[in-house]
């Protein structure tokens, strides 16, 4: 399995500011992925972060609000722009294999905005 | 629309007993049906998974029996124990795209 490190792991944050949070994996891996979880609620896939290109974005979130990097295979960022106390959440960096189905996730970056 | 229906919503067990957490889907598309257990302050981490090829996996207490044409699975923990008290979240992966949709989580509280 994949050690990823994700920072920060929590913050708190004033309403308009925006926060970047970094995704470190220990390998080189295919897929890195980005979700959202709101306090008790489920995972939420907010984009897929692909490598030299665009992320891909699912429905309800749009790359203005949540812009994301990723230049290598091992790291990959996600802003959380103009944030507004709904944003308050835990942000989940995954990480997939090509040839496992697994899905591992990193300790998640808690956020809260006041 | 929730693809993975999770109950339920919370459990509660004495020691010793066995915690069961089902969970069911409708898209056919779905080849892959992990559990995740996930502790205060920290991410999901995989517990056990099944293909839909096989009815059941047991790894030491944990189990997942699978039933393929009620497309339906659960959880089996068997011998429950307080370290078990956690947020349990079953999930499925479609066959394309390697996307995950997850359930809405069952916290589990196991008294001593």
């Known amino acids: 399995s994949a050690v990823i490190s994700q920072k920060p792991s929590r913050d708190i944050c004033q309403r308009g500011t925006s926060l970047t949070i970094q995704c470190q994996v220990d390998s080189q891996v295919t897929m890195m992925f980005w979700y959202r979880q709101q306090p008790g609620q489920s995972l939420t896939l907010i984009a897929t972060a692909n490598q030299g290109s665009e992320a891909t974005y699912e429905s309800g979130f749009v790359i203005d609000k949540f812009p994301i990097s990723r230049p290598n295979l091992t790291f990959s960022t996600l802003t959380v722009s103009n944030m507004s106390p709904e944003d308050s959440s835990i942000y989940l960096c995954s990480v997939g294999t090509s040839g496992s189905r697994e899905l591992f996730f990193g300790e998640g970056s808690r956020l809260t905005v006041l | 629309q929730q693809q993975v229906k999770q109950s339920p919503q919370s459990l509660i067990v004495q020691k010793g007993g066995i915690s069961i957490i089902n969970c069911a889907y409708e898209n056919t598309a779905f080849d892959y049906f992990p559990w995740y257990q996930q502790f205060p302050g920290k991410g999901p981490a995989l517990l056990i998974a099944i293909r839909p090829d096989v009815s059941e996996k047991k790894e030491g207490r944990f189990t997942i029996s699978f039933n393929k044409s009620a497309k339906q699975f659960s959880l089996h923990i068997m011998d429950s124990q307080p370290g078990d008290s956690a947020t349990y979240f079953c999930?499925?992966?479609?066959?394309?795209?390697?996307?995950?949709?997850f359930g809405t989580g069952t916290s589990l509280t196991v008294i001593p």
């Open positions: 999930a499925a992966r479609t066959t394309r795209g390697n996307q995950f949709y």
